[in-house]
């Protein structure tokens, strides 16, 4: 039988980048701290405070958002490498609430259908390798009405921003598992969703985006995109 803290069989990429977060999670506090400095100001507590009812975390990494949640909400998390989930696992203990933490891989989420009223993704798509057939995966577990939440850095459509970040591409994918090009309300939409804000800030590199999964009977209706604004780029507020 399976021990409950063993990797699940994933695929040679997913594998690969489990790796790389595995050697990654001793600094990854310090590393990401930078980064939320530079470009998402509070984008965690932004995502967080929106959460409501049975809440899933996907790629919930050491659990820096943990202790942003309202405290009425049920939360569950998921996180692809165990060494991650093991600092993630410590901050929850700490914590006055209880939080159901397991291993998991956002490609093939192990819930059943319509469990959750929100799933949150923060810094999260940009590193999974599959990042439609993860969206897709958000959907089917969200329940009808219920919310995506997503925080992350994406293409920039800014031309000149744009053009270095295809040039960076191949190295980050390459040696951090990091995409810099990435477009996810364009898997949102395509999961059958349907886009209720979706803001750019930093030069259109930092994307905020809540949806919401429509009754059953109107996922065959046209779904009109929503285009975010592009904020100043010395700006996170929204």
């Not at 409501?52 to 939360?75: C, I, K, W």
């Not at 970040?165 to 995409?179: A, C, K, M, S, W």
């Amino acid at each position: 039988m399976k021990h409950p803290d063993e990797p699940a069989p994933v695929d040679r990429e997913t594998a690969r980048v489990r790796g790389i977060y595995e050697t990654m999670a001793p600094g990854y506090d310090r590393m990401i701290a930078v980064a939320e400095r530079l470009l998402f100001g509070d984008g965690r507590q932004w995502a967080c405070t929106q959460a409501s009812g049975h809440v899933l975390e996907v790629a919930v990494g050491t659990g820096r958002n943990l202790d942003q949640y309202p405290p009425e909400v049920q939360l569950s998390g998921i996180e692809l490498s165990p060494a991650m989930l093991a600092r993630a696992q410590a901050r929850a203990a700490s914590l006055p609430r209880t939080v159901d933490l397991r291993l998991g891989d956002a490609q093939q989420l192990s819930f059943p259908d319509a469990t959750f009223d929100t799933v949150l993704a923060t810094l999260t798509l940009c590193a999974i390798p599959d990042d439609h057939a993860a969206v897709r995966e958000m959907a089917r577990v969200l329940r009808p009405g219920g919310r995506l939440i997503l925080l992350d850095h994406v293409a920039s459509p800014n031309r000149a921003v744009r053009a270095a970040q295809r040039l960076l591409d191949p190295l980050l994918v390459r040696y951090e598992g990091e995409h810099l090009l990435r477009e996810p309300d364009t898997a949102v939409s395509a999961a059958g969703l349907v886009i209720d804000e979706l803001t750019r800030s930093k030069l259109g590199i930092v994307l905020r985006l809540t949806a919401h999964k429509p009754p059953f009977h109107d996922t065959r209706a046209p779904r009109p995109e929503r285009r975010g604004r592009l904020e100043r780029s010395g700006s996170d507020e929204h």
